[in-house]
């Protein structure tokens, strides 16, 4: 059997109000059913509000911000938010929080601001970059 393939997940689609984050979160998970590796998973533009852990979906709405954190905690993953798209989306981490003297933060690991590098880095070294 063939190694696996390292891919590099970019996700610029919001948890709710378009299929195309809980897309990226299913081919994630048949992606590590297959045996192939995830080195990077990069949240962008309008993909950064799967990191908020503020968001309170309907009791019959399946809850992605959680299954993000479920794969990740499983899977030993980063989840990275692009910080610039972010911050620009009240999505803060607590270190953002304190500079800004906001009392209250909801961007909690695994999810973790991230430089636009880090997409750079994983597009580098993956063997496959899937956009969502």
């Known amino acids: 059997m063939m190694p696996g393939l ?4 970019l996700v610029t689609g919001p948890c709710y109000g378009t299929q195309s984050a809980t897309d990226a979160y299913r081919f ?5 059913a297959q045996g192939h590796r995830i080195i990077s998973i990069f949240f962008y533009q309008e993909g950064v509000h799967n990191g908020n852990s503020f968001s309170l979906p309907a009791s019959d709405e399946t809850d992605l ?4 954190v479920a794969l990740a905690n499983e899977q ?9 798209a972010a ?14 003297n906001l009392t209250a933060f909801n961007v909690k690991a695994p999810f973790r601001l991230s430089g636009l590098g880090s997409l750079a880095q994983a597009m580098l070294t ?3 970059v899937v956009q969502f």
């Open 6 to 9: 390292r891919f590099a997940l």
């Open 28 to 32: 994630a998970r048949a992606l590590l």
């Open 65 to 68: 911000h959680q299954a993000w």
């Open 76 to 84: 030993e993953l980063s989840l990275e938010l692009c910080v610039a």
């Open 87 to 100: 911050l620009r989306r009240g999505q803060v981490d607590e270190d953002s929080a304190r500079q800004a």
């Open 126 to 128: 993956a063997d496959r």
